[in-house]
């Protein structure tokens, strides 16, 4: 049997009446598979059980203590629980628990239990307020060995679940069949299936655990390669031929450009092209560096689908990018006389129902907006050709909700996030890539320069920013990390912050801009900062993407720790999108740590982002790079892609291979595999379709 078959309710398993089966599916538990694949968050290690003084010292372990006292420390309004407690060799120490302070009932004085958790000395004293309890005497059976710890719910508790998982794995792991090739198994040394649920859930040591681990994070991924390649296989379906035509539309924009395409803009507008008049539908992920200038191809690509008589629409993910791209289309087609709409969630009734009209007769060709444009209420006359900037902000599911709306649409994803060559054939498996190299010529690179946080530097460098805005008539963007105080007194919030600009700043004029401005204040602010009516702006991350000033030369990013390096190097492209120089400018928080202090330094030293990004993942793993991906990944329970890159890129090797010399799974060793898969598929769209 396969484990994803494994669809019996938990009711039916002994020892797990209707009472407890209720308590079960308040965790997500409904079936014998969910029951085996509902994973152990942590683990208590009866094996080695260590003194308070080593848990202290190793920061972590599974300590045997008794209770000895009980204090409430604080003040009258928020006191909490200290838990004096003893372990048999004598040290003493303490369980702070922070808003648990009903746990005065269940740590008794005398009785002891096992503490598992993280330790450390403080204030003389050892101390965990992160921790895990169990009462010894219920735990006999369990003695000596590592036992799993597990999410619970009110009524539930550690030994139920895992006298439950010993009877079911009991029962059920020894007729699970095996669901990877064998010669998969094989090649990359992994534990079978069985084995691996049973370690999973009651290892027999660290490495057990590990193997387990391993075994089951590979097949996690293997599966999900095999679907976005099926997805791939599936998305190539044969389209209406796009008929020949003159490319008026793009000669036409093309002959008004201030300046002349660069090379590897024209080598990606053709390989666009090559795909767009093939027979098959295509999926393309375009992705090019902060300047690279992506908008533009993916303009004169929208205008051969519109030539070709069908509509185009462009998706991005914020209002203000919407708004910014929607002014540059109609700038660049001014002369072709071509409705263009633009659409997203806060506009008038009227207004909006012109466009739906407008989008269902066919009348307007090019729209540009937010994830309204695949609401439930938006029809298309024609819809070939969809384009979706910063991809990575969307889910899988939002994309195909948006092909949904036409009929052999082709897909363009655009980022300015370059992914890893290695990274990004494993995540993006059901796309292919196509990569922009350059800038556009005539820009400087911005120069970035690290300040120390102190009051000469800082008074300093606002001299040095007011001359330089009255020189060359400029604009400078200041980001925060947080929107208000949170109470981290080491983090600057832009509420304070704008406050202080606005009187350092007067003469100049200063607003300020965040998630929570209402859509239009915001577009009025961006305009007033475009036209020089206000020359400094405080804002959060809001303005990574769709902020297009021309004359913005200069960014000021305050606890610059805080930022990934994908991050900065977008809000570094905000600024020199002219032919004048940009300047950057880095303030790491009192606090930096060393790695943080690493990162600034290679965004000061590197300018190309291609090269940013491999070191970023080197650094932090591919998370930056991820965004909503595994929104749509089905049946990923354990693997997490920022650590167990290595696991990705072989398991998408595995099933590349398996893909390519049985792609039916015909063949007597695939049969299994071909059943677990498509039962996979079936669970997947069933669950997605709820």
Not at 211 to 228: G, P, S
Not at 251 to 272: C, G, N, R, W
Not at 302 to 321: K, S
Request: net charge neutral.
């Amino acid at each position: 049997m396969l484990l994803s078959a494994l669809s019996h309710p938990v009711n039916n398993l002994k020892n797990c009446g209707a009472k407890r089966a209720a308590l079960l599916k308040k965790l997500g538990i409904f079936t014998v598979k969910d029951l085996l694949l509902f994973f152990p968050r942590a683990y208590s290690d009866r094996t080695s059980l260590v003194s308070l003084r080593d848990a202290a010292q190793n920061g972590i372990g599974t300590v045997r203590v008794t209770v000895t006292g009980h204090r409430l420390i604080g003040n009258r309004y928020k006191k909490f629980l200290k838990v004096l407690v003893q372990d048999s060799d004598g040290n003493f120490g303490a369980l702070l628990c922070f808003h648990r302070n009903f746990l005065k009932n269940t740590l008794k004085q005398g009785e002891s239990f096992f503490i598992t958790g993280k330790f450390s000395r403080n204030y003389n004293e050892i101390q965990a307020s992160s921790f895990e309890i169990e009462p010894i005497k219920e735990n006999e059976e369990f003695c000596g060995k590592i036992m799993p710890v597990y999410p619970l719910t009110e009524g539930l508790n550690q030994n139920i679940l895992r006298r439950l998982m010993q009877d079911t794995i009991k029962d059920y792991i020894p007729h699970l069949e095996e669901e990877l090739p064998d010669w998969c198994i094989k090649l990359y040394h992994l534990y079978s299936g069985a084995k691996a649920i049973q370690a999973i859930h009651f290892p027999a040591s660290s490495n057990d655990y590990l193997e387990a681990r391993r075994r089951i994070i590979f097949e996690e991924f293997f599966f999900q390669k095999l679907f976005l390649i099926d997805r791939k296989n599936q998305s190539r379906v044969t389209k209406r031929k796009r008929p020949e035509i003159p490319h008026n539309y793009q000669k036409t924009v093309i002959e008004h450009l201030p300046f002349s395409l660069m090379d590897y803009q024209k080598a990606a507008l053709e390989e666009l092209r090559k795909q767009m008049f093939s027979e098959t539908v295509f999926s393309i992920l375009l992705q090019g560096d902060v300047g690279s200038g992506k908008t533009l191809v993916a303009l004169l690509a929208i205008l051969d689908a519109v030539e070709c008589g069908y509509q185009a629409v462009l998706l991005v993910p914020t209002e203000v990018l919407a708004a910014q791209h929607y002014r540059t289309i109609r700038n660049f087609t001014r002369d072709l006389w071509l409705d263009t709409a633009l659409l997203t969630g806060n506009m008038p009734k009227k207004e909006r129902d012109n466009i739906l009209f407008g989008l269902k007769s066919g009348e307007i060709k090019i729209a540009v907006g937010t994830h309204a444009l695949f609401s439930s209420d938006v029809e298309y006359h024609n819809l070939g050709f969809a384009v979706i900037d910063e991809q990575h902000r969307f889910g899988v599911e939002q994309r195909y909700q948006l092909l949904s709306k036409g009929n052999g649409v082709d897909l363009l994803l655009m980022t300015a996030t370059p992914i890893p060559q290695s990274l990004a054939q494993s995540l993006y498996g059901d796309l292919d890539l196509v990569t922009m190299r350059g800038k556009i010529t005539g820009r400087l690179p911005v120069r970035t320069w690290v300040i120390e946080d102190n009051p000469e530097r800082t008074a300093s460098m606002h001299n040095w920013i007011k001359k330089t805005l009255a020189d060359d008539d400029g604009r400078a963007i200041f980001v925060y990390p947080l929107i208000e105080d949170t109470g981290k007194s080491d983090i600057k919030n832009l509420l304070d912050e704008s406050q202080k600009l606005s009187d350092l700043y007067k003469d100049e004029g200063c607003a300020s801009i965040h998630s929570g401005t209402p859509a239009q204040e915001k577009e009025q602010i961006i305009q007033d900062f475009r036209n020089g009516k206000i020359k400094v702006l405080a804002a959060t991350t809001v303005v990574e993407v769709g902020l297009d000033v021309p004359d913005a030369n200069i960014i000021v990013v305050e606890n610059a720790d805080h930022f990934g390096l994908s991050t900065l190097h977008q809000l570094r492209g905000r600024v020199g999108r002219n032919n004048k120089q940009g300047y950057m400018i880095l303030i790491p928080g009192n606090k930096v740590t060393e790695q943080g202090r690493q990162r600034l330094e290679i965004l000061r030293s590197e300018h190309d982002g291609f090269r940013i990004a491999e070191q970023d993942l080197q650094m932090r793993g591919p998370g930056d790079f991820i965004g909503n991906r595994q929104s749509g990944m089905f049946n990923i329970k354990l693997a997490d892609i920022k650590q167990d890159m290595q696991l990705l890129l072989d398991s998408g090797k595995a099933a590349e291979h398996l893909a390519k010399e049985d792609p039916a799974m015909e063949q007597i060793q695939h049969i299994i595999t071909r059943e677990s898969f498509y039962l996979r598929i079936k669970n997947y769209n069933e669950n997605t379709a709820e």
